[in-house]
């Protein structure tokens, strides 16, 4: 239930109504759908959104593609949508022990004006 607070509480509503009738045109059906299949409706229409947009990437790019260095759009959709995630670290405790006492050496040379 928490999560669904948090989801909610991210989503601009006045994006996604317009994301959805961008693509669907008539809400009535949307509106009348389950929690579920709406939620999953709007992931497929931010999903083809993304691909739409890196699809006019590609054209532009591909405009500067020879043969020695031509990427299909599907190479390049993944590339693109994988150079954007985030990669976690995994810290072990003393790491992540080393790191905080480095941040807090930090702002006390801050505040000390060094």
């Given at each position: 239930?928490?999560?669904?607070?948090?989801?909610s509480n991210s989503?601009?509503?006045i994006e996604v109504e317009e994301l959805l009738l961008?693509?669907?045109?008539?809400l009535d059906y949307i509106l009348n759908l389950g929690f579920y299949e709406g939620y999953e409706?709007?992931?497929?229409?931010y999903e083809?959104?993304?691909?739409?947009?890196a699809w006019d990437r590609w054209l532009v790019d591909y405009r500067k593609m020879s043969k020695e260095n031509f990427i299909s759009f599907e190479e390049y959709k993944e590339n693109l949508f994988?150079?954007?995630t985030i990669q976690e670290k995994h810290l072990t405790?003393?790491?992540l022990l080393k790191e905080a006492a480095e941040i807090e050496r930090k702002i006390t040379?801050?505040?000390?004006?060094d």
């Open positions: 239930m928490e999560n669904f607070f948090k989801i989503i601009d509503l961008s693509r669907y045109v008539n409706l709007i992931i497929k229409a083809k959104e993304l691909e739409a947009k994988t150079m954007n405790k003393e790491e040379n801050k505040k000390r004006g």
